[in-house]
């Protein structure tokens, strides 16, 4: 999958019995309770898979405070893999 940005609500299980599988986008966001999760701790994840937090288009790392446009997020900014209160990531496996 590749995205601009993710924003999980709901559940996400990844499915850790394909290899290769990957997910890019500028920012990966958990929100209002929503679940991310890759393997169990006694069922981890063993195959290959990324997950790629890509750089947002004109991004300037030397002005990215206050930075704004596609990938940019209000409260946490940019480039991100993050949840809010309340949500759940888990994940197990190399």
Known sequence: M???SLTIF?????NIAR???SIRALYILVENGG??????????MELDATI??????????R???GWEGLGYHPTIG???LAGTSG???KIHGR
């Open 2 to 4: 590749d995205v601009g």
């Open 87 to 89: 949500s759940t990531i």
């Open 19 to 21: 290899r290769d599988l």
């Open 78 to 80: 940019s480039r991100f």
């Open 10 to 14: 709901g559940t996400l299980t990844w």
């Open 52 to 61: 790629y937090i890509k750089t947002p288009p004109n991004w300037d790392p």
């Open 35 to 44: 679940k991310f999760e890759i393997g169990t701790e006694s069922n981890p």
């Open 63 to 65: 002005n990215s405070e």
